[in-house]
C-alpha cells in the first residue's frame, strides 16, 4: 500500500492493488456504517413516530449522516430529540457491509396521541415522494438519547431509512 497524502496527519486516500478508496470505504469496511428504518401506517388521531436511538450503555456515538422520509400524504415532519424508548423496536442498524455485524443503535417506531419530545425543528415533505436530508454535519446522538422524526398530521403514516456510523 502507499499512502497519498502532504504529511501522515493530511492523508486524503489509500492506494492498494485494487484501487483507490475513498475515507468513507474504509469506514463501511471497518464495520462502522448502518442502515435501517421502519415503515409505519397512520392510525386515527395519532402521530407517526420514528426514532433513531442510541441505547444507554452502548459505549458508542451515533453519528446520523442522511434521512430519507416519505409520508403517505403531504405533511409537516418534526425533527426532535426524545430520549425515552419509543413503545416498538424495528431491530438494530444494519451493517452497510454485507455479512458484518448489526450496529448497537436502534430503530424505533409507535403511533401516539402527542407529538412526543423537544423540537429542533420541522420540514415539509410531499406525498409519497422521497425526501433525502443529506446533513451537512452529522447529528450527533450519545448513549441513552434518541432523535424523533414525528409526522405532525394525525392519521397519515411515514415511511422512514437512516445512514448513520457508530463510532
Known amino acids: 500500500m502507499q499512502l497519498?497524502?502532504?504529511?501522515?496527519?493530511?492523508?486524503?486516500?489509500?492506494?492498494?492493488?485494487?484501487?483507490a478508496y475513498r475515507n468513507r470505504?474504509?469506514?463501511?469496511?471497518?464495520?462502522?456504517?448502518?442502515?435501517?428504518?421502519?415503515?409505519?401506517?397512520?392510525?386515527?388521531?395519532?402521530?407517526?413516530?420514528?426514532?433513531?436511538k442510541n441505547p444507554s450503555g452502548s459505549g458508542i456515538v451515533t453519528l446520523v449522516d442522511r434521512?430519507?422520509?416519505?409520508?403517505?400524504?403531504?405533511?409537516?415532519?418534526?425533527?426532535?430529540?426524545?430520549?425515552?424508548?419509543?413503545?416498538?423496536?424495528?431491530?438494530?442498524y444494519k451493517a452497510n457491509k454485507l455479512g458484518g455485524?448489526?450496529?448497537?443503535?436502534?430503530?424505533?417506531?409507535e403511533n401516539n396521541t402527542s407529538a412526543l419530545g423537544t423540537s429542533i425543528g420541522n420540514i415539509e415533505a410531499l406525498?409519497?415522494?422521497p425526501l433525502v436530508i443529506d446533513f451537512e454535519y452529522p447529528i450527533m446522538i450519545e448513549a441513552g438519547k434518541?432523535?424523533?422524526?414525528?409526522?405532525?398530521?394525525t392519521n397519515v403514516g411515514l415511511l422512514f431509512w437512516a445512514f448513520v456510523r457508530e463510532v
Open 4 to 19: 497519498i497524502g502532504a504529511a501522515a496527519t493530511d492523508i486524503n486516500q489509500l492506494q492498494s492493488n485494487a484501487g
Open 25 to 52: 470505504d474504509f469506514a463501511v469496511n471497518a464495520g462502522q456504517v448502518f442502515s435501517g428504518g421502519t415503515n409505519l401506517n397512520g392510525a386515527a388521531s395519532n402521530y407517526a413516530h420514528h426514532q433513531i
Open 67 to 92: 434521512v430519507i422520509l416519505a409520508p403517505s400524504a403531504a405533511s409537516r415532519i418534526g425533527i426532535r430529540t426524545y430520549d425515552t424508548d419509543l413503545a416498538s423496536k424495528a431491530g438494530d
Open 101 to 109: 455485524a448489526d450496529g448497537q443503535t436502534e430503530a424505533r417506531y
Open 127 to 129: 406525498a409519497l415522494t
Open 146 to 153: 434518541g432523535l424523533n422524526f414525528v409526522n405532525l398530521t
